[in-house]
């Protein structure tokens, strides 16, 4: 099978079309013929390793290193079941489903294992492949941390970063559980980042969130550039900053934040489990929830794809396509 794979990090040109070895389903496992990919900013960090301050070496204990423990990136896909090991009940030959492989990842294959009682779902009828792809990255990053924020139905919630993956998943997420959703963009998204579901829209360019007067009970950081320096006095007495990127600098003042006053900073990794990935197949059923999607790119054009992913510019969701013979 074809499969794209880097062996050293680096720009996209690391980035090689090769073929390797088809893997076969484990007795628990399903064997899912990959129709789309993505590419997402962790695909972007994971391959330049372009992280967050203080996390330079940790990246590379945890994926390799002098060089990529798992050679195969991405995170997410969508598909059909090709074939199952023989304890596989939840799923049968022929069902179209969605997967997150997430640190894992291994999904630019054309090919992909998943065991049954992991991170894989029926993908929702009224989506395509290419947005069932992006289901899961943004969706439960956003989700994960809206939880671990408490998030109530009536409070106001500002999302800074709110055209990305996870912005754009946030919007509507934070939206569906009743909140007065703001986001901040540039000029350019202010119209996607409207329809999705934010009442209301910040033009980064034109005014800043931190100098209106407006406060909220959470702030929703996907980007990097609100930390708690900036945002404190945005929030409410018990408001919640949650940290979707954040630098080691930011997560060693969250014990002193916490003891100093009645606000709250949350950061650290997402927690990611297979029934929210039910939850977001359920919302998009119900209309709910739908991917961002920005463009499209063959396979044979993934280093294009990342190039255009590394410029920061990108509107929701990329998404890889792959055709097969058959």
Known sequence: MKAVVYER??????????????????????????????V???????????VPTGFGFIMRLVFGYSKPKQPILGME?????ESVGKDVGKFKIGDPVFAFSDAAMGCYAEYKCMPQDGTVALKPVNLTFDEAAALSFGGTTALDFLRRGKLQRGEKVLINGASGGVGTAAVQLARHFGADVTGVCSTANVALVRSLGARH??????EDFTRNGEIYD???????TAPFSRSKTSLKERGRLLMVLAGLPDMLQIPWVSMTGGKKIIAGPVAVRPEDLRFLAELAQAGEFKPAIDRRYPFEQIAAAHRYVDTGRKKGNVIITLEHDD
């Open 9 to 38: 990090y680096g720009p996209p040109e690391v980035l090689q079309l090769k073929e390797i070895a088809k893997p076969t389903p484990k007795d628990n496992e399903v064997l899912i013929k990959t129709h789309a990919t993505t």
């Open 40 to 50: 997402t900013s962790a695909d972007w960090r994971i391959r330049s390793l372009n």
């Open 77 to 81: 896909l969508a598909g059909v079941v």
């Open 201 to 206: 829209v910040i033009d980064y360019t034109q």
């Open 218 to 224: 959470v702030i929703v950081d996907t980007v990097g």
